[in-house]
Each structure stands twice: as structure tokens, then as C-alpha cells.
């Protein structure tokens, strides 16, 4: 059975009963395992708030979990990954981790990657989130994004989205 990351988001695994949505779905087609990214990138989440981990990442906690991820994954897999875990998936991807299939969710952090990954990729974003990622980003890398209409940052938490990614990825590989 094919192995499929799935990267948390800022928040890592403390405010993620979401991702059940994803791994019960996923685990019937994939070998799942899913990662902490605040775990990976080693934050520091006694001040667990948005800016103070956001703060973290940016500065030194993506190229510490690229690293990290880099060190734990040594077979070829196909990667989910959930805003700031997306990041880290194309970073990781780029740096030698063997990834066939990218599923980056909400990774409005790709708008700043000049470098994409070989391999086959898929994002998705709502159309509402302030810092999504342009369409010249996309047309440079030609990629053609599924944006949802009237949906903010955080869209891939509700149940309905989680299927239709799910179903997409399965279709996919």
C-alpha cells in the first residue's frame, strides 16, 4: 500500500480533530501517518498563539522541519499537507525528500517558493483568504488550483471539503 503524509497546520495536533475527516477516508486507500508540524519544526507552544508559533516557523521552524522530515521519511511517498505543513512538504520536496504526489491545502506561504518540486502537485485554497496565493505565482509554475468560492483560510476543516479533497487524491494516485 502506497504511504501518504499528512502535515498538520500551524496548530499542529492540539486543535486538529479535523484531520479525522482526512486520515479515516484515507487510510482505506493509503499507508496514513500524520505529523506534528509544530513537532517537526521543535516550537516551543507553552505561549500556544497564533502569532507566537507563526513566529516560530517563519523564523527557523519550516527549515526545521524540512530537515526533520527530511531525516524521518527515506521511502517514496505522496504527502497531504494543511497550510504551514503544505510549506513544508514543497520546501522538503524541493531539498530531496521523495515525493511523488503534493497535496498542499490553504499553503499561502508557497506565494514566497521560486524553486517547485518534481513531482505531481495539487493545491487547493479559498477564495476569501487574504493571502492566497496570486495567480501569476500559478501561471509561473503553471498549476491550476481548485479555489473555493466564498471560503476563508481554514475551509479544509469543514466535513463536505475533507471528502472532496480526499476523493480527488484517491483519484489522483
Known amino acids: 500500500?502506497?504511504?501518504?503524509?499528512?502535515?498538520?497546520?500551524?496548530?499542529?495536533?492540539?486543535?486538529?480533530?479535523?484531520?479525522?475527516?482526512?486520515?479515516?477516508?484515507?487510510?482505506?486507500?493509503?499507508?496514513?501517518?500524520?505529523?506534528?508540524?509544530?513537532?517537526?519544526g521543535e516550537?516551543?507552544?507553552t505561549d500556544y498563539s497564533e502569532e507566537n508559533i507563526h513566529q516560530q516557523f517563519i523564523n527557523g521552524g519550516i527549515d526545521k522541519a524540512v530537515e526533520n522530515l527530511i531525516?524521518?521519511?527515506?521511502?517514496?511517498?505522496?504527502?497531504?499537507?494543511?497550510?504551514?505543513?503544505?510549506?513544508?512538504?514543497?520546501?522538503a520536496a524541493c531539498q530531496g525528500l521523495k515525493v511523488i504526489n503534493l497535496t498542499a491545502v490553504s499553503s499561502t506561504r508557497l506565494r514566497n517558493e521560486s524553486i517547485e518540486p518534481n513531482c505531481s502537485i495539487k493545491l487547493f485554497y479559498g477564495d476569501k483568504d487574504p493571502f492566497k496565493t496570486q495567480k501569476d505565482w500559478f501561471d509561473h509554475f503553471e498549476l491550476n488550483p481548485k479555489i473555493y468560492n466564498h471560503e476563508s483560510h481554514d475551509f479544509y476543516m469543514k466535513q463536505e471539503i475533507a471528502i472532496e479533497i480526499c476523493n480527488q487524491i484517491i483519484k489522483n494516485n
Do not use: H, P, Q, R
Open 71 to 91: 531525516k524521518k521519511e527515506k521511502e517514496t511517498i505522496s504527502v497531504l499537507g494543511f497550510s504551514i505543513g503544505g510549506s513544508i512538504a514543497w520546501k
Open 1 to 40: 500500500m502506497e504511504k501518504l503524509i499528512v502535515l498538520s497546520d500551524l496548530w499542529g495536533v492540539k486543535n486538529s480533530s479535523w484531520i479525522e475527516s482526512y486520515t479515516t477516508i484515507l487510510k482505506g486507500y493509503f499507508e496514513v501517518k500524520f505529523y506534528d508540524c509544530c513537532k517537526l
Open 43 to 45: 516550537l516551543d507552544i
